[in-house]
């Protein structure tokens, strides 16, 4: 069921959505939010371009398969997490952190990946899910 | 990198995982690297074994957050054993996987999820912190759902429900008991419960919380009266997957209950009956339910649980001795059960069946196979000098100082048991003639296959056999290492010193 309703309000809250996924990505840490919530509101924004466009449309925005996302985020995950025990001999997973902050996005740090990888994953394992189920019904 | 040595085997297993996801339609290379990498995770575990026998309990603390308040990795003697036995269980179980498991299984991501089960068994083993070993099980409860379920083929399927049910069930009441001792404490580190425990005054409270502990550990690791889900579900998925279960997933529970009630709760009067009762249980139920089975898989299947309540049984004795020999049955059955599933393959691979009754001739046709079979089997009854025959002589010695006749008798019952099924399997299997039977169609037997695949099915179970002969003639050794970390459970002191740098 495609209504006109829903296809010109997705065209604005997609872009919003996926503004907003990186915004609570990057408030995360400190502040409520981080990678898992951030890659929920994005596969929310890609979900809700399914519904309305066809998910084959979806398909070609995303240009590749989101089950790629999954291996993909485990790796910048990982990456972070033995980063201080090859970068500067400290136990596996300790934060590491640059020692200026970075206008607008704030302090970076080895925990920042470690949440961006979270991100790719949540992004890609509920993608995966979502189309596969509707690929089935 | 020599402080952070005991996290590489999850560090290795973590990547290779990975890397085995990028490739997941690519079926051929995922073969060849999942068993180039299991080698080098062999290697891995052999340096830090060498490295802990040679310096001690390490202790790695995760994010460089001080004990107690960090998660921290503790690789003690018996955790650094265990992460060696289960990389040469792995490596044995990938290049088994290779041909015996077929490809439409291996498309489903079979190697990766193997890597990631392998990952968290070493988690498991080398966690010093309780709620992190509850999440390295929900790891292994979900890697393992994955790789019983994979072909969803109607039997598998009704097995790895009952599988996931019983277990889940199990993480629940093991939740709980962290629950409740959480808060009696206050703290998740195994060291640090371990001091304040002592000073708990409400005791009722303490008993209730190990019980619970027993009862979640006790239906992971199939211990009477909870163990039925396994006959209900290990036979189902193919033997590589099989094997792997046999060999780590109930020994996981074990090395729970082992750590948890000598570090936590060690002593605790009333338990040692509780335990000892379970343990005769266990092997009792375990030996009648192989000896009416006719199914070879089914057979190994009961004697994983009957061997179990050997374990449990030692560990209820509480004395050094017992201990030791508990280690060295860990050791030993760890190999062996691995082994005895990898047989059970390759027999379903010569003759299409692992029924009993339909089988035969086997020494007859492979008379050289059958020499290399034999070696497991009687070293699982433990005919000297094989490996199954000196823990014996410890838990037999232990329950006797300890004047625990019931257990005496629970443990020669449960020999001659194993004894008495073993010379049944042999006489059905091998030396019987070979009765008519009905080939399944489109089944590729072993003489079909080339030679590069015959290896890939002999090698494993060859590779255990020899570590299994080196358990039984360098016995020796392994005792004085079964005996060393005996002490260390004993004196748990060493443990929590590491632990909390006092």
């Given at each position: 069921?495609?209504?006109?309703?829903?296809?010109?309000?997705?065209?604005?809250?997609?872009?919003?959505?996926?503004?907003?996924?990186?915004?609570?990505?990057?408030?995360?840490?400190?502040?409520?939010?981080?990678?898992?919530?951030?890659?929920?509101?994005?596969?929310?924004?890609?979900?809700?371009?399914?519904?309305?466009?066809?998910?084959?449309?979806?398909?070609?925005?995303?240009?590749?398969?989101?089950?790629?996302?999954?291996?993909?985020?485990?790796?910048?995950?990982?990456?972070?997490?033995?980063?201080?025990?090859?970068?500067?001999?400290?136990?596996?997973?300790?934060?590491?952190?640059?020692?200026?902050?970075?206008?607008?996005?704030?302090?970076?740090?080895?925990?920042?990946?470690?949440d961006l990888g979270v991100y790719l994953v949540v992004i890609g394992a509920a993608l995966t899910i979502i189309f596969t189920i509707s690929e089935s019904a | 990198m020599t402080n952070d040595i005991i996290i590489l085997p999850l560090?290795?297993?973590?990547?290779?995982?990975?890397?085995?996801?990028?490739?997941?339609?690519?079926?051929?290379?995922?073969?060849?690297?999942?068993?180039?990498?299991?080698?080098?995770?062999?290697?891995?575990?052999?340096?830090?074994?060498?490295?802990?026998?040679?310096?001690?309990?390490?202790?790695?603390?995760?994010?460089?957050?001080?004990?107690?308040?960090?998660?921290?990795?503790?690789?003690?003697?018996?955790?650094?054993?265990?992460?060696?036995?289960?990389?040469?269980?792995?490596?044995?179980?990938?290049?088994?996987?290779?041909?015996?498991?077929?490809?439409?299984?291996?498309?489903?991501?079979?190697?990766?999820?193997?890597?990631?089960?392998?990952?968290?068994?070493?988690?498991?083993?080398?966690?010093?912190?309780?709620?992190?070993?509850?999440?390295?099980?929900?790891?292994?409860?979900?890697?393992?759902?994955?790789?019983?379920?994979?072909?969803?083929?109607?039997?598998?399927?009704?097995?790895?429900?009952?599988?996931?049910?019983?277990?889940?069930?199990?993480?629940?009441?093991?939740?709980?008991?962290?629950?409740?001792?959480?808060?009696?404490?206050?703290?998740?580190?195994?060291?640090?419960?371990?001091?304040?425990?002592?000073?708990?005054?409400?005791?009722?409270?303490?008993?209730?919380?190990?019980?619970?502990?027993?009862?979640?550990?006790?239906?992971?690791?199939?211990?009477?009266?909870?163990?039925?889900?396994?006959?209900?579900?290990?036979?189902?998925?193919?033997?590589?997957?099989?094997?792997?279960?046999?060999?780590?997933?109930?020994?996981?529970?074990?090395?729970?209950?082992?750590?948890?009630?000598?570090?936590?709760?060690?002593?605790?009067?009333?338990?040692?009956?509780?335990?000892?009762?379970?343990?005769?249980?266990?092997?009792?139920?375990?030996?009648?339910?192989?000896?009416?089975?006719?199914?070879?898989?089914?057979?190994?299947?009961?004697?994983?649980?009957?061997?179990?309540?050997?374990?449990?049984?030692?560990?209820?004795?509480?004395?050094?001795?017992?201990?030791?020999?508990?280690?060295?049955?860990?050791?030993?059955?760890?190999?062996?059960?691995?082994?005895?599933?990898?047989?059970?393959?390759?027999?379903?691979?010569?003759?299409?069946?692992?029924?009993?009754?339909?089988?035969?001739?086997?020494?007859?046709?492979?008379?050289?196979?059958?020499?290399?079979?034999?070696?497991?089997?009687?070293?699982?009854?433990?005919?000297?000098?094989?490996?199954?025959?000196?823990?014996?002589?410890?838990?037999i010695l232990a329950s006797f100082n300890a004047e625990e006749y019931w257990f005496f008798g629970a443990l020669i019952f449960g020999s001659l048991i194993t004894l008495i099924v073993i010379a049944k399997l042999w006489s059905e299997?091998?030396?019987?003639?070979?009765?008519?039977?009905?080939?399944?169609?489109?089944?590729?037997?072993?003489?079909?296959?080339?030679?590069?695949?015959?290896?890939?099915?002999?090698?494993?179970?060859?590779?255990?056999?020899?570590?299994?002969?080196?358990?039984?003639?360098?016995?020796?050794?392994?005792?004085?290492?079964?005996?060393?970390?005996?002490?260390?459970?004993?004196?748990?002191?060493?443990?929590?010193?590491?632990?909390?740098?006092?």
């Amino acid at each position: 069921m495609r209504t006109l309703i829903l296809k010109s309000a997705s065209s604005y809250l997609i872009p919003v959505l996926l503004i907003f996924s990186v915004f609570i990505l990057l408030r995360g840490h400190y502040l409520p939010g981080g990678g898992f919530v951030g890659g929920l509101v994005a596969a929310i924004a890609f979900v809700l371009d399914a519904f309305s466009n066809g998910l084959e449309k979806t398909k070609t925005i995303l240009k590749i398969h989101p089950g790629f996302l999954m291996p993909l985020g485990l790796l910048v995950a990982f990456l972070s997490g033995i980063s201080p025990m090859v970068f500067s001999d400290l136990p596996f997973m300790t934060g590491i952190w640059a020692e200026n902050p970075i206008p607008v996005i704030g302090a970076i740090g080895s925990a920042l990946f470690f949440d961006l990888g979270v991100y790719l994953v949540v992004i890609g394992a509920a993608l995966t899910i979502i189309f596969t189920i509707s690929e089935s019904a | 990198m020599t402080n952070d040595i005991i996290i590489l085997p999850l560090v290795v297993h973590l990547f290779f995982s990975i890397v085995l996801m990028f490739f997941w339609n690519k079926v051929d290379f995922q073969k060849i690297f999942s068993v180039v990498a299991n080698f080098i995770a062999l290697l891995v575990a052999i340096w830090v074994f060498i490295f802990v026998y040679n310096n001690g309990t390490q202790v790695v603390q995760s994010g460089n957050w001080e004990a107690p308040f960090g998660i921290v990795f503790v690789g003690d003697m018996l955790a650094a054993t265990l992460v060696l036995l289960t990389a040469i269980a792995g490596f044995a179980v990938s290049i088994f996987s290779t041909i015996s498991v077929i490809r439409a299984r291996l498309r489903f991501g079979y190697f990766s999820v193997f890597h990631f089960l392998l990952l968290g068994l070493n988690g498991a083993f080398l966690t010093g912190d309780i709620f992190n070993l509850y999440v390295w099980f929900e790891i292994i409860i979900i890697s393992s759902f994955v790789l019983i379920s994979i072909g969803g083929e109607k039997n598998q399927l009704e097995g790895a429900v009952k599988y996931f049910a019983l277990n889940f069930f199990a993480s629940m009441i093991f939740l709980t008991a962290l629950g409740v001792l959480y808060g009696l404490v206050g703290t998740l580190n195994m060291a640090d419960i371990s001091l304040k425990i002592a000073e708990v005054q409400n005791r009722n409270l303490v008993e209730i919380s190990a019980v619970l502990f027993l009862v979640g550990f006790g239906i992971k690791s199939a211990i009477f009266p909870l163990y039925f889900w396994l006959p209900a579900s290990y036979h189902t998925p193919p033997s590589a997957v099989s094997a792997i279960f046999a060999g780590l997933l109930t020994k996981v529970g074990v090395y729970a209950l082992i750590r948890v009630f000598t570090l936590i709760y060690g002593g605790e009067g009333f338990l040692s009956i509780l335990l000892l009762t379970l343990a005769i249980m266990t092997i009792f139920s375990g030996g009648v339910g192989a000896i009416i089975q006719n199914n070879m898989k089914k057979v190994f299947m009961y004697f994983i649980i009957c061997h179990i309540g050997f374990m449990i049984g030692g560990l209820a004795l509480f004395t050094e001795v017992a201990m030791a020999g508990v280690i060295f049955y860990l050791i030993h059955d760890i190999i062996i059960k691995t082994n005895l599933f990898l047989i059970s393959g390759l027999i379903y691979r010569i003759k299409g069946t692992t029924n009993m009754k339909k089988l035969g001739g086997l020494y007859a046709n492979y008379p050289k196979l059958s020499l290399l079979l034999a070696i497991p089997l009687f070293s699982l009854i433990g005919i000297p000098p094989l490996s199954g025959y000196w823990p014996k002589i410890s838990l037999i010695l232990a329950s006797f100082n300890a004047e625990e006749y019931w257990f005496f008798g629970a443990l020669i019952f449960g020999s001659l048991i194993t004894l008495i099924v073993i010379a049944k399997l042999w006489s059905e299997v091998f030396w019987k003639d070979q009765p008519k039977i009905n080939f399944p169609e489109k089944f590729i037997y072993f003489d079909q296959l080339r030679i590069g695949q015959k290896f890939t099915f002999i090698f494993p179970i060859a590779f255990l056999t020899f570590v299994t002969l080196y358990i039984g003639f360098g016995a020796e050794h392994i005792q004085q290492l079964s005996q060393r970390i005996a002490s260390e459970l004993i004196n748990n002191e060493l443990y929590i010193d590491a632990v909390l740098k006092r």
